[in-house]
C-alpha cells in the first residue's frame, strides 16, 4: 500500500509540476523562476524522502553464538556539566554484557579521575589535541583491545541491555559498524527541545529502517558500535566537524557493511537553547557539506549505486537555506514591483496542489507507524518552524565551505543555559522588519487580490520568525508569567487546552494513519474527475461538457416574459391611473455626467494576469482625454481602495453601484436578502465620507430579470426590500442621490413610476439599453415622468437618441476574456485596443475629431453541410460601390483576426481562440458546430473598427438567409 501511494505521489507532483512549469501561468521572469526553483528543491527533498520509505526492514535480531570484547568510550571537554558525566558513567558500567569503560578527557580533570576511579573506569588523556572528537577516541582506540568499540555521547544515558540486541549481529564479518535510535529525555524542555527532537523522529524512524536495505546505514555518532578491525582499516575513527558522517562514507568505500538496530536503547539530550541548536547546525551544515565537496568525489568508485545516492544527496539538505531565503524574498519583491511571479488561477492552483500535498502529508503520516514511540508521530510543526528559522545557519555553513572558512570543534553545549541570544536573532528580526515593510508599501499602493496573496505569504514569513524569536526567549518569557499572575493564568489555559488537544489528536492522527490509504485513493479520484492527469483525459472533459452544452442548447429557451404591470400595480395597492402624481414632461437626471460602466477586474479570481492599479490609472488617463468624467463602479469588491485612491487622484466622479443577483429571491429567500441588506447599508457608511462617490445605485434592472419577472409576488418582495434598503441609505447618508436601474421598454414609464411611488428615497431611475447599434425608444422616454439617466447605452445608440440632457454611463469601457466569461460591449477591445466607440464618444465628449466612415464587412460562409473534422474556407466581403466585394490587393490599412467563440448553448460566450488573419480563413469545424460562432475583428491601425459575428453554417431559411 505504501508503495502504490508513493506511487501516486509521483504522479500527482509530475502533474503539478508540468502545470506549474506550463508558459501560460509564467508571471514576472525573475520571480517566476525563483519561485520554480523553490517548487522544484521542495519536490526533490519529499522524492527523497520517498525514496527512503520505499523498502522498510527492521532486522531481527541473531541469537548469541559467541563472546565477543567490548569497549565503551565516552568524551568530556572542558565546561560540560559534571553531574551529566557522572549519570553517564554510571550508567555504563550497569550494563549487563561485560564490558570495559573509557573516559576519553580532554580535560584531564581531577575530579573526573577520582569519579572513574571509583567506578571502575579506564580513564585517558592527551596532550596531542587534534582532530577533536575523532582524535580522543583514537586514542583511547591505542589504549584499548576489545574487538568491539561503543562511542556514546556523554549526555546519552545507556540502558542494562544497551549491547544485548545490538553484538549478535556482529556475527557476520562484513558488518562494520550497527547504529542503533538516538532518542532524547529532554524534548519536552521548551520548544527548541522540542523542534530540534522532532526533526529527528522520520529519519531515525522509517527513513533509517529503508537503509538498511539499500546498505547505506549511518554512523550518526553517538550509541554507534564499531568492528575494531573495520576501524582500523581506515586509519581509525575519521575526523571534521561531521566526524560521524567521514567515518561511514570511509567504511561504505572499504567495502564494510553497516546495520541499523531501531531500538530505543539510551536516551540522550537535545539542544534546548537558540544558542546550542545553532552550534550544533553550523557544525553539521558546514561539516556535512565539505565532505560532499572535499571526500565525496574521492570516494565515490568505492561507494555502490546507492551509497552515491546518498552521500550525494544528504549534503543538498543545506541548500534548503539558499531556498529559504527566495522563499522569503518572493513576496517582499512582488510586493514592492508591483508584479505576480504566476498567473494562476486561484481555484486551478488549488486543484493542481492538492493531490502533491495531500499525498505528501498520508504517506507520511501513515509511515508514521514505523516510529519509535507514539509521542512522535504527528505533523513535527514545530521542528518545521524551527529548521525554517535557521536558514541564515545553513547558509553560512555552506559558504564557510566555498570560502575555507575554519569552524572549531566545540560540543553542544548541554547545561540549557544562554546568555542574551538577541543577536542570533538578528537575521530573522530583518527578515521580519523587512516583510512587514513590504506588505504596508504593497497594500498602500496597490491594494489587489494578488498583492493581498503576497501580502499573506510575507505574514507567513513574518509568523515564522516570530516563531522562531519567541521560542528562543521562552526562558524569559516564563520569568515573565512568575512576576505577572494574569500571564501565569494564561499558560496554565493553554498548558489545558494542550493536553485536550491531544488527546484529540492522537485519535486523529490515528484514524489518518490507518485509512491514509483509502484517502489519497479517494482524493486522487476525485481531483482526477475534476482537472485530469494528461491531456486526453483533459480532451475527454472537454468533449463530455461540450456534449452537455449541445444538448441544452437542443431545447427551445423560454423567452423571457415581461412583468404583469396591472398585476404589480395592483398588489402595491396603487392604482394605475396614479401617474399624475409626477409632472407630464420627462425630467433628466445627472445633467453634464458623462460616464462609463467600469467592471474591470471584478472576476479577479478569473482574471489573468493581476488588475494593477497602475493599469487602473492608465485607463482613467484615457477616459479623460476622451472627455469622460465619471464612472459607474460596482461593489463593494477587492477593489475599491484602489478605485477611489485613482480617482481622487484622477479627479473622476464614482458612482457606486450594488449588483443585485438575479437568481436571489426576495420573498423566500429573506435570510440572503438581509444580508444584502445588511452589507449595502455597511458599505454605505463606511464610503459615506469619500469625496469621489457623488451617488448610489442599484444596479442591473432586478425588476424584470430571471424568474422574478414572471413572478408578480416575488417583484413585489423586492420593491418592499428596495423601499426598506433605500430608507436606510437615505438615514445614513442623507446627502448622496439613490437611484435604481430598470430596462428601457413599452412597460419603462409605469415601472419606474411605481419605483419612485413604493421607495420615495430613490431620486431617480437609470435606464438599461441593450440594443447597442439601434436607436432608443424615444416614445417610452417621452412617457417617463420620473427623474432618470442612461445607466447603460452603447455610443451608437447614444449618439441616435433625442435626449442629450440626462446623464449618461456608456455600456462598458473593455472587453472581457477571462475564464469562462466573454464580452464585447467595451469601447477598447480585451487587448487595450480602441473601438469606434470609443473614438465616437471622444468626438461628442472629448473635443476629438469625428471618426471617419467605417466600410461594412461581413463574413462570407460556405454554402456546405457544416460538421465535425471537415475543413471549410470563410472570406471577408466589404460593401463597397454599393455592393458586396472581396478586399482588392489594392486596398490598404484593413488587417482582419478571426476567433473562433464557444458558447453555453444559450448564445452566451464563454471561450475564445484565436484561429487565424487576413481576408481569407480555412478553419477545421469542431465538435457541436451551433455551439460555435466566427468572430471577425476589423482593424485599421491599432483600432478595431467592428466586429463581426457570424455562425458557422450557411441558414437554410429564407427568413435566416435574409439576415445574411
Not at 358 to 373: A, D, N, P
Not at 707 to 732: D, F, G, H
Request: net charge positive; proline share 6%.
Amino acid at each position: 500500500m505504501l508503495r502504490l501511494m508513493i506511487i501516486l505521489g509521483v504522479l500527482a507532483m509530475g502533474f503539478f509540476l508540468s502545470r506549474v512549469l506550463s508558459e501560460p501561468v509564467r508571471g514576472y521572469a525573475p520571480l517566476y523562476w525563483m519561485l520554480v526553483t523553490g517548487f522544484v528543491f521542495a519536490c526533490l527533498k519529499v522524492l527523497h524522502e520517498w525514496y527512503h520509505y520505499l523498502c522498510i526492514s527492521v532486522p531481527p535480531t541473531p541469537p548469541l553464538t559467541r563472546h565477543y570484547s567490548v569497549d565503551i568510550f565516552t568524551t568530556f571537554c572542558a565546561g560540560e556539566p559534571y553531574e551529566m558525566i557522572v549519570e553517564t558513567l554510571t550508567a555504563i558500567q550497569a550494563i549487563t554484557y561485560p564490558h570495559e569503560t573509557y573516559l576519553c578527557d580532554e580535560a584531564d580533570d581531577p575530579y573526573l579521575r577520582d569519579v572513574c576511579a571509583r567506578l571502575g573506569v579506564h580513564h585517558i588523556t592527551r596532550t596531542d589535541k587534534k582532530n577533536a572528537k575523532a582524535g580522543n577516541i583514537n586514542n583511547a582506540l591505542r589504549s584499548s583491545s576489545g574487538e568491539l568499540c561503543v562511542v556514546l555521547d556523554p549526555d546519552h544515558v545507556p540502558f542494562p541491555d544497551f549491547l544485548d540486541p545490538i553484538v549478535p549481529h556482529f556475527d557476520d564479518p562484513g558488518i562494520g559498524y550497527v547504529q542503533i535510535v538516538q532518542a532524547y529525555k529532554n524534548h519536552d524542555e521548551g520548544l527548541i527541545a522540542k523542534g530540534a527532537a522532532q526533526q529527528t523522529y522520520q529519519f531515525y524512524g522509517p527513513m533509517m529502517m529503508t537503509m538498511n536495505r539499500y546498505g547505506t546505514v549511518l554512523a550518526i555518532g553517538a550509541n554507534c558500535t564499531f568492528r575494531r578491525t573495520a576501524l582500523e582499516s581506515i586509519g581509525g575513527h575519521a575526523a571534521g566537524l561531521a566526524e560521524d558522517m567521514h567515518t561511514s562514507m570511509q567504511l561504505h568505500a572499504k567495502g564494510w557493511k553497516s546495520l541499523y538496530v531501531p531500538a530505543v536503547l539510551a536516551r540522550g539530550l537535545v539542544p534546548s537553547t537558540l544558542s546550542a541548536y545553532y552550534k550544533q547546525q553550523l557544525k553539521w551544515s558546514r561539516g556535512v557539506f565539505d565532505l560532499f565537496v572535499h571526500v565525496y568525489p574521492k570516494l565515490f568508485g568505492g561507494f555502490t549505486w546507492r551509497q552515491r545516492i546518498q552521500y550525494g544527496t544528504i549534503p543538498l539538505h543545506y541548500l534548503s537555506g539558499f531556498i529559504f531565503l527566495i522563499n522569503f524574498l518572493i513576496p517582499v519583491l512582488a510586493l514592492v514591483l508591483g508584479v505576480s511571479p504566476m498567473r494562476f488561477d486561484l481555484e486551478d492552483f488549488a486543484l493542481v496542489v492538492l493531490p502533491m500535498t495531500s499525498c505528501i502529508i498520508l504517506i507520511r503520516h501513515f509511515v508514521q507507524s514505523w516510529v519509535m514511540e507514539d509521542e512522535e508521530r504527528g505533523f513535527h510543526v514545530v521542528g518545521g518552524l524551527l529548521m525554517i528559522g535557521t536558514w541564515w545557519v545553513y547558509i553560512l555553513g555552506v559558504l564557510y565551505t566555498f570560502t575555507g572558512k575554519k569552524i572549531p570543534y566545540v560540543p553542544t553545549p548541554k547545561d540549557g543555559n544562554e546568555a542574551n541570544n538577541w543577536p542570533l536573532n538578528v537575521p530573522n528580526l530583518v527578515v521580519l522588519v523587512v516583510s512587514l515593510a513590504a506588505i504596508a508599501y504593497g497594500l498602500y499602493q496597490d491594494w489587489n487580490p494578488y498583492n493581498l496573496i503576497m501580502a499573506g505569504f510575507a505574514g507567513v514569513n513574518c509568523f515564522f520568525m516570530c516563531f522562531t524569536i519567541a521560542a528562543s526567549r521562552q526562558q524569559q518569557i516564563r520569568e515573565l508569567a512568575i512576576r505577572f499572575p494574569i500571564l501565569k493564568t494564561a499558560f496554565a489555559t493553554i498548558r489545558e487546552l494542550k493536553g485536550r488537544f491531544w488527546l484529540l489528536r492522537r485519535r486523529i492522527y490515528s484514524g489518518v494513519r490507518s485509512s491514509a490509504f483509502l484517502i489519497t485513493i479517494l482524493l486522487v479520484s476525485v481531483i482526477t474527475y475534476f482537472k485530469g492527469f494528461s491531456p486526453r483525459l483533459e480532451q475527454t472533459l472537454a468533449t463530455a461538457r461540450e456534449n452537455q452544452l449541445y444538448a441544452q442548447s437542443l431545447a427551445k429557451r423560454k423567452p423571457r416574459k415581461q412583468p404583469d404591470v396591472p398585476a404589480l400595480y395592483r398588489a402595491m395597492g396603487i392604482p394605475l391611473s396614479d401617474t399624475a402624481f409626477f409632472p407630464k414632461t420627462s425630467v433628466s437626471f445627472f445633467g453634464g455626467v458623462h460616464g462609463v460602466n467600469y467592471t474591470k477586474g471584478h472576476n479577479w479570481s478569473r482574471r489573468k494576469p493581476a488588475f494593477t492599479k497602475q493599469e487602473l490609472e492608465d485607463d482613467l488617463l484615457l477616459m479623460r482625454r476622451a472627455g469622460i468624467t465619471a464612472i459607474r463602479h460596482f461593489g463593494p469588491g477587492i477593489y475599491d481602495y484602489n478605485t477611489l485612491q485613482a480617482t481622487r487622484r484622477q479627479q473622476m466622479k464614482v458612482h457606486y453601484a450594488f449588483w443585485i443577483p438575479e437568481n436571489l429571491d426576495f420573498r423566500k429567500d429573506t435570510d440572503a436578502a438581509d444580508e444584502l441588506a445588511d452589507e449595502i447599508t455597511r458599505t454605505v457608511q463606511q464610503f459615506k465620507s469619500e469625496q469621489a462617490i457623488v451617488s448610489w445605485n442599484f444596479s442591473n434592472p432586478a425588476l424584470q430579470e430571471g424568474r422574478r419577472s414572471e413572478n408578480t409576488a416575488e417583484q413585489r418582495a423586492y420593491l418592499l426590500w428596495l423601499r426598506k434598503v433605500s430608507e436606510s441609505i437615505r438615514k445614513t447618508d442623507p446627502a448622496r442621490p439613490i437611484t435604481a436601474d430598470i430596462e428601457l421598454t413599452n412597460d419603462a414609464p409605469a415601472l419606474a413610476h411605481l419605483i419612485k411611488r413604493t421607495a420615495p428615497a430613490i431620486d431617480a431611475i437609470g435606464l438599461v439599453l441593450r440594443d447597442q447599434t439601434g436607436q432608443p425608444a424615444d416614445q417610452a422616454l417621452r412617457k417617463i415622468h420620473t427623474p432618470f439617466f442612461f445607466s447603460y447605452i452603447g455610443p451608437e445608440a447614444y449618439s441616435k437618441t433625442r435626449n442629450k440632457m440626462a446623464g449618461v454611463f456608456a455600456s462598458n469601457w473593455q472587453d472581457e476574456k477571462i475564464f469562462g466569461h466573454l464580452s464585447f460591449d467595451g469601447l477598447r477591445d480585451y487587448e487595450g485596443r480602441s473601438k469606434y466607440a470609443f473614438d465616437l464618444l471622444g468626438s461628442m465628449w472629448g473635443r476629438q475629431p469625428v471618426p471617419g466612415p467605417v466600410v461594412p464587412c461581413k463574413i462570407l460562409r460556405p454554402a456546405l453541410a457544416t460538421y465535425e473534422g471537415i475543413t471549410l474556407d470563410y472570406y471577408v466581403i466589404r460593401w463597397e460601390n454599393n455592393a458586396w466585394k472581396f478586399p482588392t490587393a489594392q486596398e490598404r490599412g484593413s488587417r482582419y483576426e478571426w476567433k473562433l467563440v464557444r458558447t453555453d448553448g444559450f448564445e452566451n460566450p464563454v471561450e475564445m481562440t484565436d484561429v487565424g488573419t487576413g481576408p481569407r480563413l480555412s478553419l477545421t469545424i469542431p465538435r457541436h458546430p451551433t455551439l460555435y460562432r466566427l468572430y471577425l475583428y476589423v482593424l485599421r491601425g491599432q483600432r478595431v473598427e467592428q466586429i463581426v459575428e457570424s455562425p458557422l453554417h450557411t441558414p437554410l431559411t429564407p427568413e435566416a438567409a435574409s439576415s445574411f
